[in-house]
């Protein structure tokens, strides 16, 4: 059983601030917000109402109703919790079956997201990057600092539904990384990243004409704005944190956070008018 504070601390979580980090389309309506393709679905603080619908509710109920999570996944995407295997002794876990291909992904993440078919071809080819057998997810395998597999971060690949979201049972702190190691493995910088699309944006747009280089880096996924994972990813590889979050509010006020918390860092952003950096990627290549 998950705490009833932590559960607690779900539900009051606010809303709005947390799907705009992870790119929801918000347009703000006064105090509160609305999503731009759904005119009556209104957002205030840890509340949600859907007008047309007569539906209302909290935080975890949009997500577990609407974001394609079940409730244990919305707890860790709301407050980095994830339960100790005494707490889930007993339980069922739910295993991810992989699919015998990985047509879905491979176009999602070609003709939808612009990235490099190279890069997505090695991501699979190392183990990186799976499809998701009942969904067609993405998912974004995630690896310690030995090489040990402890969870994930998915990704919808339907354009009409989406869906972002962690693999019950994904360790704490940790988060969907790729690494640029020298000889000696030390890094020079850790780059933290709101997905695991931008941060493979990034890596596409520095690596045109080899233009810049990523070695000494450490690339980390946050799977939305998580200090948790900024923090214990940053003490176990090294290097200077980066923070390489999008162009919005959600944005600033995680930057803000870092500032206040004393933590060293740089701030590397997608370029202006870009919201992010998988827009950048984009407009880049289409230009």
Not at 110 to 118: H, T, V, W, Y
Not at 174 to 194: H, M, Q, S, V
Request: some cysteine.
């Amino acid at each position: 059983m998950i705490d009833k504070d932590i559960i607690r601390q779900a539900r009051q979580t606010d809303l709005t601030t947390y799907l705009l980090s992870i790119g929801e389309p918000l347009t703000r309506s006064g105090s509160r917000h609305k999503h731009r393709e759904h005119n009556s679905l209104v957002f205030s603080k840890n509340s949600y109402f859907w007008n047309s619908k007569g539906e209302s509710g909290n935080t975890v109920d949009y997500l577990t109703r609407h974001m394609g999570m079940d409730f244990e996944a919305a707890i860790i995407a709301l407050t980095g919790f994830i339960p100790s295997e005494k707490e889930i002794a007993g339980q069922e876990k739910k295993e991810l079956t992989v699919a015998s291909d990985y047509r879905r992904v491979f176009a999602y993440l070609q003709k939808s997201r612009g990235i490099n078919a190279k890069l997505i071809q090695d991501l699979i080819v190392s183990g990186h990057l799976k499809q998701e057998a009942d969904t067609n997810n993405a998912i974004f395998v995630m690896y310690d600092e030995r090489g040990k597999r402890v969870g994930a971060e998915l990704e919808g690949t339907l354009s009409d539904r989406r869906f972002k979201g962690i693999e019950s049972g994904s360790k704490y702190g940790y988060g969907f990384n790729l690494r640029y190691p020298t000889r000696n493995t030390i890094y020079k910088y850790a780059l933290f990243f709101e997905s695991a699309v931008d941060l493979l944006s990034f890596v596409h747009i520095k690596t045109l004409h080899h233009k810049k280089s990523l070695a000494n880096c450490v690339l980390v996924s946050m799977a939305g704005l998580k200090i948790n994972v900024l923090e214990h990813m940053a003490a176990i590889f090294g290097g200077l944190p980066v923070l390489c979050v999008d162009n919005d509010p959600a944005a600033n006020a995680f930057i803000a956070e870092v500032t206040a918390k004393g933590i060293t860092h740089r701030v590397s952003r997608p370029d202006a008018p870009h919201k992010d950096w998988n827009e950048q990627l984009i407009k880049t290549i289409s230009a």
